[in-house]
């Protein structure tokens, strides 16, 4: 029921920054908590940062703490990852995802988005 569609990515120089969107559709009453993913080529998925719609709690992944800030729109039904002090390294497909519990890994999330390609280059 619950749809995800992320937008924003693309190519940004390393040092520069990039904000990602997520909107939700259908059901969204059913989501509890939006998260961010990223999967680079040949590497599991990563947790990026995660955000509570009800009271805005919000946790990030030690590779992005201090660069990136996730943060919601709820009239909007959608979640931003505002992306900052851009590495090489944070080239990925991000993914957005909707959950119904409270988690940290890939699995704890039911519905997933099509993903945004970002490229930083030096």
């Known amino acids: 029921q619950v749809q995800l569609v992320e937008s924003g990515g693309g190519l940004v120089q390393a040092g520069g920054s990039l904000r990602l969107s997520c909107a939700a559709s259908?059901?969204?009453?059913?989501?509890?908590?939006m998260g961010w993913f990223r999967q680079a080529p040949g590497k599991e998925r990563e947790f990026v940062a995660r955000?509570?719609?009800?009271?805005?709690?919000?946790l990030y992944g030690d590779a992005v703490k201090g660069r990136f800030t996730i943060s919601r729109d709820n009239a909007k039904n959608t979640v931003y990852l505002q992306m900052s002090s851009l590495k090489l390294e944070d080239t990925a497909i991000y993914y957005c995802a909707a959950g119904k519990n409270w988690g940290d890994s890939a699995a704890s999330y039911e519905t997933w988005g099509q993903g945004t390609q970002v490229t930083v280059s030096s």
């Open positions: 259908g059901r969204t009453s059913s989501i509890y908590v």
């Open positions: 955000i509570s719609v009800s009271n805005n709690i919000k």
